[in-house]
Nanobody, 124 residues
Framework: QVHLVESGGGSVQIGGSLRLSCSAS????????LAWFRQAPGKEREAVAA??????YHSDSVKGRFTIARDNTNNGVFLQMTNLQPEDTAKYYC???????????????????WGQGTQVTVSS
């Protein structure tokens, strides 16, 4: 079993920055894929970024503004978010799976473990 805990969410103004952290505990040795998803009220869960094996992906909506990186200290992953916009307002979830994904990194059902989420609110 793997336990994921997100932190770092909060309220920021348009153009601000936040860094989200996801710490993993439990049977983490075989985690090869970590990702961030987000979900706004009334919307479907949306993939934001993932690191699977040596590959890194970012969705088009955040490319150039958000950066995912592994946190080797806590067996987790960071999400550095810059130039935040109101449409980035959502609950952000960390997700993990043991295997490497060769495709479909953006598919929620491919992930086995999920955190409880951390809220990000962007306002003027």
């Amino acid at each position: 079993q793997v336990h994921l805990v997100e932190s770092g969410g909060g309220s920021v103004q348009i153009g601000g920055s936040l860094r989200l952290s996801c710490s993993a505990s439990g049977l983490t040795n075989n985690i090869n894929t970590l990702a961030w998803f987000r979900q706004a009220p009334g919307k479907e869960r949306e993939a934001v970024a993932a690191v699977t094996g040596a590959r890194i992906y970012h969705s088009d909506s955040v490319k150039g503004r958000f950066t995912i990186a592994r946190d080797n200290t806590n067996n987790g992953v960071f999400l550095q978010m810059t130039n935040l916009q109101p449409e980035d307002t959502a609950k952000y979830y960390c997700a993990a799976r043991l295997g490497i994904l060769s495709g479909g990194w953006f598919t929620p059902s491919f992930y086995t473990y999920w955190g409880q989420g951390t809220q990000v609110t962007v306002s003027s």
